[in-house]
RNA sequence: GUGAGCGUAGCUCAGUUGGUUAGAGCACCAGGUUGUGGCCCUGGGGGUCGUGGGUUCAAAUCCCAUCGCUCACCCCA
């Protein structure tokens, strides 16, 4: 039998209600903001990622599904939606027709990894982008956003944690002064950490290793050296958060793993889900526009995983989606009325009723046994001396009420289940 | 890429020191008034015991290989 490929999940007909409410939280809580939807490929030419993101990141030297097409392109399923926003931004000059836009995605991504609780090869993100300004109150608005809809999602166990990279000029500064400090201690840091020093020294913060991790406690804090304009935006972002009641706590080792992020950087994560606790990670991306062949454009945004967020939901039990049901299960009574009963459905389905019936020439019993399990409000008798007398019994499922309705009457049936 | 654990019915699992036709609960199907559900009762269908090989008179059970799943590391949403 072939299965689905490691890493990918079928999402299935009782896994849809849970889907479709998170998605309609997003988008309600994305259009209060005035953000707009935007959907691009699912593949774009290798090269939009491999610069926009970093050729040194994980993702992009280990994690892409890449592949050539007939014409020898190189072509790479989305493996995150910010380097596709901005090639669209640029591509059709979005910020040309307003100074500001601000969008909002629902899509799936793609990352050669190894699968695990909360982490999938086909996985889907929700997530903002606002590009055309520099403002810190948007790269609150975006923590903002993403807690809001954490929070309508029931989720309690959360973290928000939020901090500055600086310009590029200030994180070199920074970096020189890291290197400084952790120069003669090199030969103490692990094996992974010593390779971070040469390619990417920040990312030393993110090891977990305990012998590491004392080094780096004592070391100089990021947040310490910003330039005069990042420690101002960073003060904004956090009264603003003060102001909208959202609580967080300033992690200077927090340093994301893309090589975008200027200034702010945050992550929201949750206590409910498995080692994977980043639920939303985003922050401030100044110069990818540019990067990328646009007009140097100031933006922020942020991305959140779907999967993860389901199943810290799942885990605190905090999303009550009411469960399907139907309006009314028509029940053939004689053997010879499939096509009435057929074209019963029919009309009835033009009004927007939710109707269905038996395929399968089964009992009375057994058609009852289908309609409790649809959950339908009302089943619909056809057929017996009733009909012979033009009437069809119409039975409450819930109070088990039966009446008699005329077969001409198709209008009082109509009425009784909108 | 590295490490650990696990693969028995659609699902959750049981299967004693290897020993007759591999079990349970749930789900599914049928019946319990010739036309009425949810509860209950009776019966039924469904499994190459992940796959391949080996040991043995005999393997779900022991050994090897392989595939898959899960979790963790790395990194990230």
Redesign the pocket.
């Known amino acids: 039998m072939i299965?689905?490929?490691?890493?990918t999940?079928d999402i299935l007909p009782s896994d849809i209600p849970r889907w479709k409410y998170l998605e309609n939280t997003v988008e309600r809580i994305f259009n209060s903001f005035n953000y707009k939807e935007i959907r691009t490929p699912v593949f774009e030419e290798t090269p939009l990622f491999a610069r926009g993101i970093g050729e040194e990141?994980?993702?992009v030297g280990k994690?892409m599904y890449t592949f050539s097409d007939k014409s020898d392109t190189s072509l790479t399923l989305k493996p995150?939606m910010t380097a596709a926003v901005v090639r669209a931004y640029n591509e059709h000059s979005l910020g040309a027709q307003q100074s500001l836009v601000k969008l909002f995605y629902i899509s799936p991504?793609f990352?050669q990894?190894?699968?695990?609780?909360?982490?999938?090869r086909q996985?889907h993100?929700f997530g903002a982008e606002a590009i055309g300004s520099n403002s810190p109150l948007l790269d609150a608005e975006m923590i903002q956003m993403a807690y809001e809809i954490l929070k309508s999602l029931g989720l309690k166990n959360l973290t928000v944690k939020i901090n500055s990279l600086g310009t590029p000029q200030s994180r070199e500064n920074y970096k020189k002064l890291l290197k400084n400090y952790l120069e003669e201690k090199k030969d103490r840091l692990s094996e992974?950490s010593r390779k971070?020093f040469d390619k990417n020294i920040l990312?030393i913060f993110?090891?977990?290793?305990e012998s590491d991790q004392l080094i780096i406690k004592d070391a100089p804090k990021i947040t310490d050296h910003l330039d005069e304009e990042s420690k101002i935006d960073f003060e904004v972002v956090k009264e603003q958060l003060k102001k909208s009641n959202i609580p967080f706590e300033i992690d200077s080792s927090l340093?994301?793993?893309?090589d975008y992020y200027t200034k702010l950087t945050f992550?929201i994560d949750s206590g409910s889900v498995?080692?994977?606790?980043?639920?939303?990670?985003?922050g401030r991306y100044d110069l990818l526009i540019e990067n990328l062949g646009g007009k140097p454009t100031p933006a922020t945004g942020f991305?959140?995983?779907i999967?993860?967020i389901l199943l810290a939901c799942e885990n605190e039990k905090s999303l009550t989606v009411p469960e399907p049901s139907i309006d009314v299960y028509l029940i053939r009574?004689d053997d010879g009325l499939e096509s009435f009963v057929s074209e019963l459905g029919g009309k009835l389905r033009k009004e927007n009723i939710s109707v269905d019936f038996d395929y399968?020439q089964?009992?009375?019993?057994?058609q009852?046994?289908?309609?409790?399990?649809m959950n339908a409000k009302y089943?619909l008798?056809i057929?017996?001396?009733?009909?012979k007398a033009g009437m069809m019994?119409l039975?409450n499922?819930?109070?088990?009420e039966?009446e008699k309705i005329s077969l001409k009457d198709i209008n009082s049936i109509i009425l009784k289940l909108k």
Not at 206 to 209: E, I
Not at 397 to 400: A, C, K, L, N, T
């Open positions: 299965k689905a490929v490691t890493g999940k990141t994980d993702i994690e995150e991504m990352r990894e190894r699968p695990q609780a909360g982490r999938f996985f993100q992974d971070r990312r993110d090891s977990k290793v340093v994301r793993g893309l992550e498995g080692a994977q606790t980043a639920l939303v990670g985003g991305a959140a995983g999967e993860r009574i399968l089964r009992s009375v019993k057994a009852m046994r289908e309609a409790n399990r089943t008798f057929g017996g001396d009733e009909f019994n039975k499922m819930s109070s088990g039966e």
